[in-house]
């Protein structure tokens, strides 16, 4: 199994709807990150987490909102999405020994129509 | 202007070629630098990791970090067609701070 999975793998949505991103992994980590992909953007921090208590916001947190249920559980929130939301999210964990080295899940393509 | 900058290529290359690649920053607080890679519709993962100045090699790559000048490199040889994905290069300062990533520059290498 894999050690960091996100659920949906791809989603088709409409705008003004509330969408959910889940991640969970398994490595036992205490960090978490939330990214998002666009051509020619490269990757985006959205949220990051380093421990179940700590959140802080990413470079883009607009239109977003996270919850650290547990450790190992990192959702990500899109309140009333818009097509400019249309991207591929990636969730990420990090841990000891090196907090340099991220562990990235498999990706939500998301479609905002 | 970007913290970290990254020509997004892409960049295509015959099999066999040496390639470089190039990363450039402003935050001299920068101590940590990472290469990573990504192949298509697959997430990143770490290729390289550099502390500080100086150079380090595994197999086919080099990974060299001059901080006087700000610029990363990293370096491939004897490319494969294996090796066409993206490169993304990656950087933080001390303490409690996320990565702060290039954009990338895709790579192909035709056989």
């Known amino acids: 199994d894999a050690d960091v999975t996100q659920t949906p793998r791809n989603r088709i949505t409409k705008t003004g709807k509330r969408i959910m991103l889940e991640c969970s992994q398994t490595?036992?980590?205490?960090?978490m990150y939330w990214y998002r992909q666009d051509p020619g953007l490269g990757l985006r921090l959205i949220y990051y987490?380093?421990?179940?208590?700590?959140?802080n916001k990413g470079e883009i947190s607009d239109g977003y909102s996270v919850s650290r249920q547990a450790q190992a559980k990192f959702s990500l929130s899109l309140e009333s999405a818009i097509p400019n939301q249309t991207a591929l999210y990636f969730c990420?964990?990090?841990?000891?020994?090196?907090?340099?080295?991220?562990?990235f899940g498999p990706g939500t393509r998301l479609t905002v129509l | 202007q970007k913290e970290v900058e990254q020509d997004p290529g892409p960049l295509s290359v015959p099999e066999g070629a040496i390639v470089s690649l190039n990363c450039t920053y402003s935050?001299?607080?920068?101590?940590?630098f990472m290469w990573y890679r990504q192949y298509s519709r697959k997430g990143p993962e770490l290729l390289m990791y550099?502390?500080?100045?100086g150079n380090k090699e595994d197999g086919r790559f080099t990974a060299q970090v001059d901080k006087s000048s700000k610029y990363i490199s990293l370096f491939i040889r004897d490319s494969q067609p294996s090796d066409s994905a993206t490169y993304l290069c990656?950087?933080?300062?001390?303490?409690?701070?996320?990565?702060?990533f290039g954009k990338g520059t895709r790579l192909s290498v035709i056989a």
């Open positions: 990420a964990t990090s841990g000891t020994p090196s907090y340099n080295e991220q562990f």
């Open positions: 490595k036992g980590h205490d960090r």
């Open positions: 987490s380093f421990d179940v208590k700590d959140i």
């Open positions: 935050n001299s607080a920068f101590q940590y």
């Open positions: 550099t502390y500080s100045s």
């Open positions: 990656a950087m933080r300062s001390s303490g409690n701070t996320p990565l702060v």
